[in-house]
């Protein structure tokens, strides 16, 4: 029997910049609502499946959001609305 279901496993990560990850969540954003997508739905869409496809190429978006791990942007993310 595995005893580690009954322990909380800690997340390791390496502290990402928020004004980066603000910057890049900033520049998507901008790209999905120029091209009349619902930014919400596509950044999440992307941030829970790894697909890029969520994302538009307008405006290099789905370049700029591939710059920094899914995982980063998530905690900063939760992180911000935490605070």
């Known amino acids: 029997m595995d005893d580690n279901k009954n322990n ?3 997340y390791q990560y390496n502290t990402p910049k928020s004004k980066k990850a603000k910057q890049i969540i ?10 009349g ?3 919400m739905r596509q950044i999440v869409g992307y ?3 790894g697909d890029p496809t969520y994302i ?5 978006a789905r370049n ?3 710059r920094m791990e899914r995982d980063e ?6 992180g911000s609305y935490l605070k």
């Not at 900033?26 to 091209?35: M, P, R, T």
């Open 47 to 49: 941030l829970l499946s």
């Open 37 to 39: 997508y619902d930014p």
């Open 64 to 66: 700029i959001i591939s």
């Open 8 to 10: 909380t496993m800690m």
């Open 73 to 78: 942007l998530l905690m900063e993310i939760v």
């Open 56 to 60: 538009t190429n307008h405006k290099n």
């Open 26 to 35: 900033d520049d998507v954003y901008d790209a999905l609502v120029e091209k």
